[in-house]
């Protein structure tokens, strides 16, 4: 189950359960008050019937004077436990007060709270699986068009590789004929759109190994001399060790890509792109327009301008965490961007 399917069936799981759970707990509360009602009412009885032969020993007798204030027939609340108040058939003051002791209440209370306990836990498993059937169920039809948009996508990745794979494929046998720009403004467009058929190709990775030796410095050098030719009035400032990392070279090769397309791309007027190294960690700084909401950069499709599909940086993050490279960005706008990859 891919991230996104998780978070939605997590979310309407949530969704349907905690107002399930919210209802069954107010029915729990309302039913243990009338429960305790109901105990109280028959340990009454009990009382009413004791006050008759005297007969066992479950309640206690005291004779107290009537104050006017305690109600015949009534469970009250005292410091023995539960008590209730009758009269007594004689002409004086008195009253008998029948005690049921507290710890023998305490103890059908705990074994009433214990089987309401059971009760919950049932309760709460039975809405649970509700609520997983419920959202599996909705799911389905989201399911089913997410699969198809996927295989419209494959579909269109694999058409978009092929003409780009026979432009430059034919326009190195021009080479052949004649060397001229026009060739090579020919070569460097099609590689743009390899590029983007790179990134639309790793929009949902699976696995990934990270066991290949990478160059840094060998694979930021193909970058620039690539990116030299379609950014002629940028400047490339390299201050590098020759770091060699273990890792997944296609993957790295398109993360560094994406930074180093966006540096280029949003940068100024002859501005300029510095990368350095400092132990296992690469850093691209640039002159360029800033970002203006660093937090929403690697979210997909956003973008603060018209160029672009917003999906680079967006695939930069997640190929970062599956290769467990931490990723970290600042920026002032009109100033220039940072950005540090930290490899582990």
């Known amino acids: 189950m891919k991230n996104y399917e998780k978070k939605s069936l997590f979310t309407t799981i949530s969704l349907f359960f905690i107002p399930l759970l919210i209802l069954a707990s107010v029915v729990l509360y309302m039913y243990h008050g009338d429960k305790v009602k ?80 059971k009760f919950s836990i049932v309760i709460f498993f039975f809405l649970l699986f509700i609520s997983v059937g419920f959202a599996i169920y909705s799911l389905r039809p989201m399911k089913e068009a997410l699969r198809l948009l996927e295989d419209f996508l494959k579909d269109l990745i694999h058409d978009l590789n092929t003409p780009a794979t026979s432009i430059l494929l034919n326009s190195k046998l021009l080479r052949r004929r004649g060397d001229f720009e026009e060739i090579e403004r020919i070569e460097l467009s099609a590689k743009a759109i390899s590029s983007l058929y790179k990134n639309l190709e790793l929009i949902t990775p699976n696995q990934i190994s990270k066991d290949e030796e990478i160059s840094l410095l060998e694979l930021i050098d193909g970058k620039i001399e690539l990116l030299q030719k379609l950014y002629p009035k940028i400047l490339f400032t390299k201050n590098m060790q020759d770091v060699t ?99 582990n």
């Open 38 to 117: 109901d105990i109280e009412q028959n340990i009454l009885y009990q009382m009413k019937d004791y006050t008759f032969d005297f007969k066992g020993d479950t309640f206690t007798l005291d004779i107290v004077q009537d104050d006017k204030q305690k109600k015949l027939f009534k469970i009250y609340h005292c410091e023995e436990g539960l008590c209730a108040y009758f009269q007594i058939p004689t002409t004086g003051p008195y009253l008998l007060k029948v005690i049921y002791d507290k710890k023998k209440y305490e103890k059908v209370y705990h074994e009433f709270l214990y089987d309401i306990f």
């Open 245 to 343: 990392i273990k890792s997944n070279k296609n993957a790295v090769d398109r993360i560094i890509d994406n930074l180093l397309t966006n540096a280029c791309k949003y940068n100024k007027k002859n501005g300029q792109v510095i990368i350095s190294t400092n132990n296992k960690k690469l850093i691209i700084e640039d002159t360029g327009l800033g970002i203006k909401n660093i937090k929403k950069v690697f979210q997909r499709y956003y973008k603060e301008n018209d160029t672009g599909l917003g999906i680079g940086m967006s695939i930069v993050k997640q190929l970062c965490d599956i290769l467990d490279i931490n990723i970290s960005i600042s920026s002032i706008v009109d100033k220039g961007t940072k950005v540090e990859l930290t490899f």
